[in-house]
């Protein structure tokens, strides 16, 4: 079955610590998004990337890092530089028409210990 | 950036009974697109409903459907005969090939069900 798969589910990271969200897509999609959902703030988005080894921006990207090296993955880094990385972190893709909806993983739980 | 607003931090509906949803957004573009999207307690993203901007007529799935308002720049979603499993929190997200493909959301509204 086709899907864009998030791992792990729940992530613990002490203080100072760098860590490395996956997400891999089998949709065959051009673009792929990383969101942070806080509570009461919807979807921030943090980086996108339209094609393979290349990414843009989004409104929060301070303290992460992305990768584009594949079409199937776009891992998100959490540097030690997020001030408060504790959130709900989204991954998905779209096709790369504005006319596609994106699909989304099930999500990665950092929590800062 | 894109402005999705969405004013109804939480509403409620009685089990059955119609709900309507509001969403607008800023934009000076022709061709986007709009989306409903639901996040039930598992967190899980998906898609309700989804309304091309160069089509009059509003997009139906089932018991959910858009009074969609170009104009007026207003996308509401309408939920018929609600049903337990309707609460969620229900985000709309607007795209277009002028602001790189990316989807702007609003901030959510959580809708409860009343049995």
């Known amino acids: 079955d086709g899907g864009i798969t998030q791992s792990p589910k729940y992530l613990f990271r002490k203080e100072g610590q760098n860590v490395t969200l996956s997400c891999e897509q089998n949709?065959?999609?051009?673009?792929m998004y990383w969101y942070r959902q806080d509570p009461g703030q919807g979807l921030r988005l943090i980086y996108y990337?339209?094609?393979?080894?290349?990414?843009q921006k989004g409104d929060i990207a301070e303290g992460y890092s992305v990768s584009r090296e594949k079409k199937e993955s776009f891992p998100l880094t959490v540097t030690s530089a997020q001030k408060n990385p504790t959130a709900f972190y989204l991954c998905?893709?779209?096709?790369?028409?504005?006319?596609?909806?994106?699909?989304f993983g099930q999500g990665t739980r950092l929590t800062v210990v | 950036a894109q402005t999705v607003t969405q004013s109804q931090p939480e509403m409620s509906v009685q089990e059955a009974e119609t709900v309507t949803l509001s969403c607008t957004y800023d934009?000076?573009?022709?061709?986007?697109?709009l989306f409903w999207y639901k996040q039930p307690p598992s967190r899980q993203m998906i898609l309700v409903i989804r309304?091309?901007?160069?089509?009059?007529q509003n997009a139906t799935e089932n018991r959910f459907s858009v009074n969609f308002q170009k104009a007026a720049k207003s996308f509401s979603l309408k939920i018929s005969d609600s049903q337990l499993g309707d609460a969620a929190m229900y985000f709309c997200?607007?795209?277009?090939?002028?602001?790189?493909?990316?989807?702007?959301f609003g901030t959510g509204t959580s809708l409860t069900v009343i049995p």
């Open positions: 998905a893709s779209s096709i790369g028409s504005s006319a596609g909806e994106a699909f």
């Open positions: 949709l065959n999609h051009d673009a």
């Open positions: 990337s339209q094609i393979v080894n290349d990414f």
């Open positions: 934009t000076s573009e022709s061709d986007y697109y």
């Open positions: 309304q091309e901007a160069y089509k009059q």
């Open positions: 997200a607007y795209r277009s090939p002028n602001t790189g493909n990316q989807f702007y």
